[in-house]
C-alpha cells in the first residue's frame, strides 16, 4: 500500500458503499498530516478488495470492460526519469490516480511513483471534488490534508480553474493524471484544457499521463455550439465524444481550441496495449459515481440535472435512480439527505417517488439514452405542471451544448427524430477525431473459412464384355 493510496483508501471504500460515507477534510492551504482512527492494516485491506472485487466483476458481469488501472500511462513513469531529471514538476491528480503495479500486484497513485523515483514534485493541483475525491459536486475547495504528504496543493476549481502565471512560477514541467468518464460534462477535460493554456502561454512543458475511460470509443450525443460554451462544456465536441483524455488533448491543441496552442509543448505517455475497450475504474472518480453502472447511466441521466428531477444524489444510488415529489410511483420511493457527496442535494428531506434502475443492465456501448428524459418530460407536462414552472432551467443549454435538445423536446420531437438530427454533426466529428487516435479497436474476430466439400469421384461405367 503506497503512502498516497493508504489514507484515500478508507475514503474510497466508503464511496462505494454509499451509508458508511468518508469523514470531513480540514481545508488548509497544504498538504500535511490528516489523522484517521482506522490501522493501516484496515486501509491496505480496503483497497485490495476494492481491486479485487472490480476485477473479478470484469471477469464475472461485465465481461467487454478491462481494467483502466492495469493499462494507465502512470505506470510507465520510470521511463521519462531522465527527462524529469532536475526538473521541477508539479502533477495534476487526484483519488483515482492510480496504476497497476504488475510486480507487486498492487495499486500505485502517481504521486506515490514520482516521489519514489526522486522526481522533484513541487506541487499537486486538484481538480473538482478535490484530491481524494469526496467533495460534492460545485463545492468550494480551499485546501486539503492527506496523510504522509508535505507538498503545497492548488485547487483548479470555483474561481481558481486555471493555474496561475504565481502557480507555474516555480514549475518547469506539469504531469496530468486524473481519471476521466469520457463524457462532456464530466468536468475534467475542462481542468485539461485550462492547464493546457496556461502552460502554453508560461512555456512549460505538459506532458498527459493517459490511461482509458468507459466511453473511449462511443460517440453520441449533441455537438456543442460554442455559443454556448462552459466549465461544463468548452469546445464542440458530442456529449460522448469518444477519446481518451491523451487523445482529446491532442484534439484541443491540434484544432487550436485554446489560446496560444501553437506554442505548447505537449507528450502523451500512452496506455500500455490498449485496443479502446471500456474501462472498469479502480475507485470511483468522484463521490456521485460509485461503480461502473452509474457511470454508464451519467450521460443519460445527466440531464435530469437542468429540471425538478433528483437524479439520486444524496441517497445509496447516484445516477441509478430518478424521481421527483411530483412524479407517479414507478416502483421506487426515496428520501434526498445531505452527505458528503451531496451537501445539499434537490428535493431534501422529501419523498420523491421514480424508478430505480440497479436491477437494469446498461453499459457504456449502449450511448446516450434519450427515452428517461423523453418520459419524464411528457408525464410533466401530461399533468398540466408547466403551466406552473418550465421543466428545463437555462443550465440545459449548457449541459446539452445549445438549446436544441430542449427545443426539439418542447415541440413534440420524437427520441429518433432527435437522434436522426445528431447525425450530421456527429458524422463531420468522427472523421476529424481520426486524425488524434492513439490506440486501434481489437480486430473483429474472423469467422472460421469452412472447407468446401469434395465431390465424390464418378466412377466410370464398366464396359460390357462383347
Known amino acids: 500500500m503506497t503512502a498516497v493510496a493508504r489514507p484515500l483508501a478508507l475514503d474510497v ?22 489523522s484517521r482512527k482506522d490501522s493501516g492494516r484496515h486501509k491496505a485491506l480496503a483497497l485490495f478488495f476494492i481491486f479485487f472485487f472490480a476485477l473479478h466483476a470484469i471477469s464475472q458481469t461485465e465481461p467487454s470492460y478491462v481494467s483502466g488501472a492495469s493499462y494507465a500511462g502512470a505506470s510507465q513513469l520510470m521511463q521519462l526519469v531522465p527527462q524529469l531529471q532536475g526538473q521541477r514538476v508539479a502533477i ?14 498492487q495499486l500505485v497513485h502517481t504521486v ?4 519514489k523515483l526522486k522526481l ?10 478535490g484530491f481524494t475525491g469526496s467533495f460534492s459536486a460545485g463545492e468550494h475547495i480551499e485546501g486539503q490534508e492527506v496523510e504522509g504528504l508535505d507538498i503545497p496543493m492548488v485547487s483548479l476549481y470555483g474561481s481558481h480553474k486555471k493555474p496561475t502565471l504565481e502557480d507555474l512560477s516555480d514549475v518547469d514541467v506539469v504531469l496530468f493524471d486524473l481519471q476521466d468518464v469520457g463524457v462532456r460534462f464530466y468536468t475534467y477535460i475542462s481542468t485539461l484544457s485550462y492547464v493546457m493554456e496556461a502552460c502554453a502561454e508560461q512555456g512549460k512543458s505538459l506532458i498527459v499521463l493517459d490511461r482509458p475511460n468507459p466511453f473511449s470509443d462511443v460517440v453520441d450525443g449533441p455537438v456543442l455550439d460554442t455559443a454556448y460554451s462552459s466549465f461544463v462544456g468548452m469546445h464542440p465536441v458530442p456529449v460522448l465524444y469518444g477519446l481518451t483524455m491523451g487523445e482529446y488533448a491532442r484534439m484541443v491543441a491540434g484544432e487550436g481550441w485554446i489560446a496560444h496552442a501553437e506554442s505548447l509543448t505537449l507528450s502523451i505517455l500512452p496506455c500500455l496495449d490498449y485496443h479502446r475497450q471500456p474501462a472498469m475504474l479502480a475507485v470511483p472518480p468522484s463521490p456521485n459515481l460509485p461503480n461502473a453502472h452509474a457511470i454508464a447511466l451519467y ?47 434537490k428535493f431534501e428531506g422529501q419523498t420523491c417517488f421514480g424508478q430505480d434502475l440497479r ?39 449548457k449541459l446539452a451544448g445549445g ?23 456527429l458524422d463531420a466529428y468522427r472523421q476529424k477525431r481520426e486524425a488524434y487516435l492513439l490506440y486501434p479497436r481489437l480486430p473483429e474476430p474472423s469467422s472460421p473459412v469452412m472447407p468446401a466439400p469434395e465431390t465424390p469421384a464418378r466412377k466410370k461405367p464398366k464396359k460390357k464384355a462383347p
Open 112 to 115: 506515490d511513483r514520482a516521489v
Open 120 to 129: 522533484n514534485v513541487v506541487k499537486i493541483f486538484s481538480p473538482e471534488h
Open 403 to 425: 438549446p436544441s435538445l430542449e427545443d426539439a423536446l418542447t415541440a413534440g420531437a420524437s427520441v429518433e427524430a432527435i437522434k436522426d438530427s445528431w447525425q450530421e454533426g
Open 299 to 345: 450521460p443519460s441521466l445527466c440531464f435530469f440535472e437542468a429540471t425538478p428531477v433528483s437524479v439520486g444524489r444524496g441517497t445509496d444510488a447516484p445516477f441509478e435512480r430518478f424521481g421527483a415529489p411530483w412524479m407517479d410511483h414507478l416502483g421506487d420511493a426515496f428520501v434526498p439527505s445531505a452527505n458528503e457527496g451531496a451537501r445539499s442535494p
Open 92 to 105: 495534476v491528480a487526484h483519488a483515482a490516480s492510480l496504476s497497476l503495479d504488475p510486480r507487486k500486484k
Open 13 to 34: 471504500w466508503a464511496l462505494r458503499r454509499p451509508h458508511c460515507q468518508p469523514s470531513h477534510i480540514e481545508k488548509n492551504r497544504h498538504l500535511g498530516a490528516m
Open 359 to 397: 436491477s437494469t443492465s446498461f453499459v457504456p456501448e449502449q450511448g446516450l439514452d434519450l427515452d428517461f428524459l423523453h418520459q419524464v418530460y411528457h408525464a410533466y407536462v401530461g399533468k398540466g405542471m408547466d403551466s406552473i414552472a418550465p421543466f428545463f432551467t437555462s443550465f440545459m443549454d
